[in-house]
């Protein structure tokens, strides 16, 4: 019977390492502030996929150890807070538009950014038509219809742009406000598995449901852990 959890605890090793060959015995550091690790950008290695398989594989098991619980409850909370943590915090975006609300530039800087590229090009046009024009390639009026359209082109992709950047910036403010409440609510639930104590079952899993409300897309096997832990003694 010990043969499954040898392997449960071998697969789990697998999927806290890059490399297996890698014989550090604190592999896995859980007492770290998570928070500052996404900051620096030093987000831990955690196979989400294999990590699943073996909290089944643990669940298959015909026992259970109270030190494996805490260790699979904090990792399934750990995956999510750092994977989530590290696209809206680190995101490499390659040339391409970000997606995090903390990586796209400020709402201000992208409305200046904007009437620049208006100026440019709408400016470009109206000089190359005034060129035109005193070279005899076209008429003057021709040219200056072209130069009064620009312009009036430029006041009116202005006036839009100046009417929707308070509502962009409000909308920005709130987007980081919220993945702001979503980190701080998985990182408290975190904290809290740091007790030397016997931590309720029930609790955790209030809370991570409070927070999946808000948001969170907690991994499914988190709460097929905290209902068998609560179907048994309730604590951890």
């Not at 890698?22 to 502030?33: E, G, I, M, R, Y």
């Not at 259970?64 to 680190?90: C, H, P, T, W």
């Not at 209030?206 to 604590?235: C, K």
Request: hydrophobic share 50%.
């Amino acid at each position: 019977m010990l043969g499954g959890a040898l392997a449960v605890v071998q697969n789990l090793r697998s999927a806290l390492v890059k490399d297996w060959k890698d014989k550090t015995l604190d592999f896995w550091d859980s007492h770290s502030s998570p928070l500052d690790k996404i900051k620096a950008d030093k987000v831990p290695y955690i196979d989400r996929s294999s990590l699943e398989c073996v909290v089944d594989d643990y669940l298959v098991l015909p026992y259970r150890s109270q030190a494996m619980d805490r260790l699979l409850v904090k990792l399934l909370i750990a995956v999510e807070l750092y994977a989530f943590g590290d696209e809206m915090m680190n995101e490499k975006t390659f040339g391409f538009p970000a997606r995090s609300p903390f990586k796209q530039s400020h709402v201000l800087l992208a409305y200046l950014r904007g009437q620049l590229i208006n100026a440019v090009f709408i400016g470009s046009i109206a000089a190359l038509a005034l060129w035109a024009a005193s070279k005899g390639c076209i008429g003057e009026s021709a040219a200056g219809w072209i130069s009064g359209t620009c312009v009036s082109l430029f006041l009116l992709f202005g006036a839009i742009s100046t009417f929707a950047l308070p509502f962009s910036w409000y909308t920005q403010i709130i987007a980081r406000r919220n993945v702001r409440n979503l980190l701080l609510a998985m990182s408290t639930i975190y904290s809290e598995l740091r007790s030397d104590g016997p931590i309720s079952a029930q609790h955790i899993r209030d809370r991570a449901n409070s927070a999946a409300q808000e948001g969170v897309v907690w991994p499914a096997p988190l709460f097929a852990m905290l209902d068998d832990i609560i179907a048994r003694t309730g604590r951890f």
